[in-house]
């Protein structure tokens, strides 16, 4: 026997043996990966191209440049070289032409499908951008945006959104769009403002979410394109003023407006001025007048049309103040003062626009009603009509444009009474009573009804929940909850009515909600502290509730519920010492601060 036999069959014998060995261990199969392989096999095709080894392909462009490559490669890379080399004409030639496209960048986009990197510069990016967007090589398309996004400024950012629409880049544009809409102050100093078509100009002073401190900047604005080519751009200003929401500049602003020569010689803008000056008549006579056309309307710019006011207690003075708050930003900002103390008073709002206090402790009445227009541009609360009976711890609730001040207290007697202001006539009458009298109770608003949740009477703490009907003007019991409540708190969300803290033989953080389809109540998840007269606000599909009180002390912190996910978070919200009593949602003030 030769050694080469020999060593076949001792070969052969370890074989068997190793599959003996692993066979008794039950070794199991095991999943490997090389994860170099993949860019050592493009490192490598890249040399072969580079070599000019097993190119199948030459691109010419029109310098002559030849640039080659292997259609294998191209066609795994690009849908556009994949039907290029599948579809067309190209598929059988090893030479094509490339038109209108730089051999530089071209290069660099071949060396990108090769290799997976590119290099973006300010030199190079207004080129590769179309390039890529050609070649459908999404990868570089998004660095291309996402490099143009960052060098965004004043004055560049009007050249940018141009560049973004004209390629259909929807995220460049959206983020050139809020940039300019942003930096609207910074941009109008600008070179690209002044040369901008009218077209231009009204796309951006259209913008309900213009980032302008006042009105007056947006007619500033207008009056110097203009004025930048009187004699060409003169023409256009009647078309531009249809955009500048005149009836919301200051009376002393409005007066220049009026006496400016420009405007006094066009007919369209004259009936602009005429409609401003009558708004503010209107508005001068009658408080409650609610915009009818977008000119009159404040520019809500932000995350959210809608903010929060709270209302705070502090043991200093001004011992009841408030606060815009901004719950998608955090922004705060102090709010115009409301005299009296007012934190036993009901609160509602009309409109998203118009807030009332109504009753409470006060130092002149408990009949007394304040209102405060949150969208006028020097906001102040101003006494309204009083109530017909004094009221405090009462409940509010608002139906379209109807306030009701329901039950409260009289001094030491509950009240069963029920009353309503209609902002039209601005006058109260009284409606149907409430079955059971009741103080430091809720009220919510759905489905065009109100819902009286909670409280007490003369005597006891109450569970009962009482409906009103405005159409039958009649009050009905619906189901009670699991619990008396007395100073719940009170919120709808989604067409449920949430009944929140209180107190029952103990101060309560147990929550409960009612869906008047099913006509019952029902447990939610716990808020982290027991609260006693918190306040309710739903905003952006959540429920905050605001502040309250404890056996221990004042809370000056807001939880926030999410109904998707049944839990609560806590945010610290108030300054030391100072409670969080109350708020209302509203409508971004256009002073409301915006950066």
């Known amino acids: 026997m030769s050694v080469k036999e020999m060593d076949t069959i001792q070969a052969s014998s370890g074989e068997n043996n190793l599959k003996q060995v692993l066979k008794s261990n039950e070794c199991a199969p095991t999943h490997f990966r090389n994860d170099s392989h993949s860019l050592r096999i493009l490192e490598d095709l890249q040399s072969l191209r580079k070599n000019e080894v097993l190119c199948d392909i030459r691109f010419e462009t029109d310098d002559g440049t030849l640039v080659l490559g292997h259609k294998n490669v191209l066609i795994a890379a690009s849908p556009y070289f994949r039907a290029m080399f599948s579809n067309f004409d190209e598929s059988n030639k090893d030479l094509v032409n490339i038109r209108e496209l730089d051999s530089t960048i071209l290069q660099q986009l071949i060396d990108y499908i090769y290799t997976g990197e590119i290099i973006v510069t300010k030199e190079n990016v207004q080129e590769l951008f179309p390039a890529a967007n050609v070649l459908q090589l999404d990868y570089v398309k998004g660095v291309c945006a996402e490099f143009l996004q960052k060098q965004l400024n004043a004055s560049n950012c009007l050249g940018i959104r141009v560049f973004a629409e004209?390629?259909?880049?929807?995220?460049?544009?959206?983020?050139?769009?809020?940039?300019?809409?942003?930096?609207?102050?910074?941009?109008?100093?600008?070179?690209?403002?002044?040369?901008?078509?009218?077209?231009?100009?009204?796309?951006?002073?259209?913008?309900?979410?213009?980032?302008?401190?006042?009105?007056?900047?947006?007619?500033?604005?207008?009056?110097k394109w203009v004025k930048h080519d009187l004699d060409h751009r003169k023409d256009f200003l009647p078309?531009?003023?249809?955009?500048?929401?005149?009836?919301?500049?200051?009376?002393?602003?409005?007066?220049?407006?009026?006496?400016?020569?420009?405007?006094?010689?066009?007919?369209?803008?004259?009936?602009?001025?005429?409609?401003?000056?009558?708004?503010?008549?209107?508005?001068s006579v009658q408080k409650f007048t609610i915009p009818k056309t977008i000119r009159c309307k404040p520019r809500q710019f932000g995350g959210?049309?809608?903010?929060?006011?709270?209302?705070n207690r502090s043991d200093t003075s001004p011992k009841c103040f408030t606060e815009w708050y901004d719950p998608a930003t955090k922004l705060r900002q102090n709010a115009p003062g409301i005299k009296g103390y007012r934190q036993t008073a009901g609160l509602?709002?009309?409109?998203?626009?118009?807030?009332?206090?109504?009753?409470?402790?006060?130092?002149?009445?408990?009949?007394?009603?304040?209102?405060?227009?949150?969208?006028?541009?020097?906001?102040?609360?101003?006494?309204?009509?009083?109530?017909?009976?004094?009221?405090?711890?009462?409940?509010?609730?608002?139906?379209?444009?109807?306030?009701?001040?329901?039950?409260?207290?009289?001094?030491?007697?509950?009240?069963?009474?029920?009353?309503?202001?209609?902002?039209?006539?601005?006058?109260?009458?009284?409606?149907?009573?409430?079955?059971?009298?009741?103080?430091?109770?809720?009220?919510?608003?759905?489905?065009?009804?109100?819902?009286?949740?909670g409280g007490a009477d003369n005597e006891n703490r109450l569970k009962s929940v009482e409906c009103y009907d405005p159409t039958l003007d009649t009050w009905t019991s619906v189901a009670e909850m699991s619990v008396c409540r007395y100073g719940v708190g009170v919120g709808v969300l989604d067409g449920l009515i949430?009944?929140?803290?209180?107190?029952?033989?103990?101060?309560?953080?147990?929550?409960?909600?009612?869906?008047?389809?099913?006509?019952?109540?029902?447990?939610?998840?716990?808020?982290?502290?027991?609260?006693?007269?918190?306040?309710?606000?739903?905003?952006?599909?959540?429920?905050?509730?605001?502040?309250?009180?404890?056996?221990?002390?004042?809370?000056?912190?807001?939880?926030?519920?999410?109904?998707?996910?049944?839990?609560?978070?806590?945010?610290?919200?108030s300054r030391s010492g100072v409670q969080i009593y109350g708020g209302v949602v509203i409508d971004r003030p256009p002073h409301f601060k915006i950066n």
């Open 239 to 283: 078309e531009l003023m249809e955009h500048v929401r005149l009836p919301l500049l200051r009376p002393d602003i409005l007066n220049n407006v009026v006496e400016e020569p420009l405007l006094n010689n066009s007919l369209k803008c004259n009936n602009y001025i005429t409609e401003t000056l009558r708004f503010n008549l209107k508005k």
């Open 166 to 223: 004209l390629h259909h880049c929807t995220e460049l544009l959206s983020t050139s769009e809020a940039f300019i809409k942003k930096q609207f102050l910074e941009l109008v100093k600008s070179d690209e403002f002044l040369s901008l078509s009218s077209e231009g100009v009204v796309k951006i002073i259209s913008c309900n979410d213009l980032a302008v401190p006042s009105e007056e900047k947006v007619f500033e604005c207008v009056m």
């Open 304 to 311: 959210s049309q809608k903010v929060i006011l709270m209302f």
């Open 348 to 453: 509602g709002v009309i409109g998203d626009q118009f807030v009332f206090a109504v009753g409470g402790v006060n130092l002149s009445s408990s009949k007394s009603v304040s209102m405060l227009d949150v969208s006028s541009q020097s906001p102040s609360w101003v006494p309204m009509v009083d109530m017909l009976v004094s009221r405090n711890l009462l409940g509010v609730g608002v139906l379209g444009d109807s306030i009701y001040a329901v039950g409260g207290c009289d001094g030491p007697t509950a009240l069963n009474s029920v009353e309503v202001f209609d902002i039209t006539i601005q006058k109260w009458r009284m409606v149907s009573s409430i079955t059971n009298a009741r103080i430091n109770f809720g009220v919510g608003v759905l489905n065009n009804r109100l819902y009286a949740v």
């Open 498 to 573: 949430y009944a929140i803290g209180g107190f029952n033989v103990e101060y309560l953080k147990s929550v409960e909600v009612y869906r008047p389809s099913d006509g019952v109540w029902s447990s939610i998840a716990d808020m982290n502290l027991c609260r006693l007269r918190p306040g309710v606000v739903t905003l952006d599909g959540l429920l905050y509730v605001m502040g309250g009180e404890t056996d221990k002390s004042i809370i000056d912190t807001v939880e926030i519920y999410n109904p998707i996910t049944n839990t609560w978070t806590m945010e610290k919200l």
